[in-house]
């Protein structure tokens, strides 16, 4: 059965690509007050049943807030499945309005850098580590170097994968196939941008594990009116729920990432779990959209 997750990439820093993001996290800039409303939305995601977490070290100090609320239930480590990412660095140290939030390298020396850091904040090695955002450009499924690397973490016992995003998903992942290294992979599904299910059903099929973010397109599904939003708000669901219901329906997806940034979202989110087979067969519509412009759209969104 499919899974719901939680992804701490809008509770490790004070600034996103989600919509309504401003609005809902009060005193997001200051890290102390960030850590206890992250550690609020783990306890509440713990008691609830959620028992995938994942970040990145782009995602501000997520890694840094989930180790410490790990270090409070040292118990509880052995019950989850974490993941998390490298290749990008956060620069904007909490600032407001920073320009530039993140900087993408997939090099030996960044994973070198990164691998360490990752073990000292969650404090242990997680249970899937990912090369952040890999595009048709990056180096890093032909670094001979670089996957030799990997493939030194992975014989410790943590499971290597990638994770996309763009209009090319579906290419990346086939070449990622190639690859004997790679078991895991978490790329960008949603009834907006579905272009990538036949790839991660092939992924499925040959044992990887397969996570889906986005589900909610950012926030898009839940803000612009739609035939999703009418189908929702007729039977009286949150729209949130039915955009990550019909992820959760995915028979290769096994594990889809709630990208709450409060106990509220949280909620919301895990009435998706609940939500009628025949709504979600009904909410099923046609709704993609050309995937270069998904992304460009995507691409124009403010970090809020």
């Not at 360490?116 to 249970?127: C, E, K, Y």
């Not at 890093?140 to 670089?146: C, E, Q, V, Y």
């Not at 895991?184 to 036949?198: A, D, F, K, R, Y």
């Not at 189908?231 to 009286?236: F, Q, T």
């Amino acid at each position: 059965m499919t899974q719901l997750g939680l992804g701490l990439a809008a509770l490790g820093r004070p600034e996103y690509l989600t919509i309504g993001h401003s609005k809902a996290v009060d005193g997001r800039f200051d890290p102390a007050a960030l850590e206890q409303l992250c550690h609020s939305v783990l306890d509440a995601a713990w008691e609830s049943g959620v028992r995938h977490f994942d970040a990145a070290r782009s995602y501000g100090l997520a890694e840094r807030f989930l180790g410490s609320w790990l270090s409070r239930y040292p118990n509880r480590r052995e019950h989850l499945t974490i993941g998390s990412k490298w290749g990008y660095a956060y620069v904007a140290d909490f600032q407001r309005g920073a320009e530039v939030h993140e900087v993408k390298e997939h090099s030996v020396a960044r994973l070198a850098e990164q691998w360490p850091q990752t073990l000292r904040d969650l404090g242990g090695a997680p249970d899937h580590y990912l090369i952040h955002s890999v595009t048709p450009d990056s180096p890093a499924l032909s670094d001979t170097a670089l996957l030799d690397d990997l493939r030194a973490i992975a014989e410790g016992g943590t499971r290597i994968g990638i994770s996309t995003s763009g209009p090319h998903q579906a290419d990346v992942v086939a070449a990622a196939l190639e690859i004997e290294v790679f078991s895991s992979v978490q790329s960008t599904w949603n009834p907006l941008e579905p272009s990538v299910g036949p790839a991660l059903a092939r992924a499925h099929e040959a044992g990887w594990f397969v996570v889906v973010k986005e589900a909610m397109a950012n926030g898009r599904l839940v803000a612009e009116d739609s035939p999703l939003a009418r189908v929702a708000d007729s039977a009286g669901v949150g729209r949130d729920a039915v955009a990550l219901a019909i992820a959760l329906a995915q028979p290769w997806a096994d594990v889809v990432l709630s990208g709450a940034a409060t106990v509220t979202q949280l909620e919301q989110n895990i009435a998706a779990l609940l939500i009628d087979r025949e709504l979600i067969t009904a909410s099923d519509l046609k709704l993609a959209e050309d995937s270069e412009g998904y992304w460009d759209n995507r691409s124009r969104m403010p970090w809020t």
